[in-house]
């Protein structure tokens, strides 16, 4: 079933409401097309922690919540977002380099945060439509551990001294 046929369904088998089903599309599309901006990052990155954290983030994280999203989406009856080379993407193990003074690891951080406050806007706008209890529990988890991710990149900045935050307004 496609988006359109909600419209003119008069069938009361469609078990996902509009909402659901347009927030769970864009959570998905949303790490689909992420997707390649973190191997890029990845594969740049030095600064140990933030390649292991950009690791377990693509390996983990993002395969995990695009299989979980079309699972539920094909099984309630619903075309799947997909990008057909996500997975060969993730498996490509070329060498990747660009000049430190283009893309270091500073700069991935404060792009991989930016980049997550923004996911994190997609999410909750989802979860905010949202009105089945399936798919509300899938976007809160995904969600959850987005939010922690942005905190272990929050984190990351503060430890290596690589703080962009605007400045604190104090009163005179």
């Known amino acids: 079933m496609n988006l359109t046929s909600i419209f003119s369904s008069k069938e009361d088998a469609i078990s996902l ?11 998905c599309r949303n790490i689909l097309i992420l997707q390649s901006t973190l191997i890029i990052f990845q594969k740049q990155a030095q600064h140990k922690d933030l390649k292991n ?36 993407k993730q498996n490509d193990k070329t060498p990747f380099i660009i000049s430190d003074s283009i893309l270091n690891d500073e700069d991935i951080a404060m792009s991989l945060r930016e980049l997550t406050r923004m996911t994190l806007t997609i999410e909750t706008e ?3 439509n949202a009105v089945d ?7 809160r988890n995904i969600f959850e551990e987005d939010n922690d991710f942005y905190d272990e990149v929050i984190k990351l900045q503060i430890d290596n001294n690589w703080t962009d935050f605007p400045p604190y307004l104090l009163p005179h």
């Open 17 to 27: 409401n509009l909402g659901s089903v347009v927030g769970l599309w864009d959570v």
């Open 133 to 139: 209890t399936e798919a509300r529990r899938l976007l």
């Open 53 to 88: 954290m950009l690791h377990k983030k693509i390996d983990s994280i993002l395969t995990n919540n695009v299989d979980k999203i079309q699972k539920l989406l094909i099984e309630k009856g619903f075309n799947i977002p997909t990008e057909p080379t996500w997975q060969k």
């Open 126 to 128: 989802a979860l905010r």
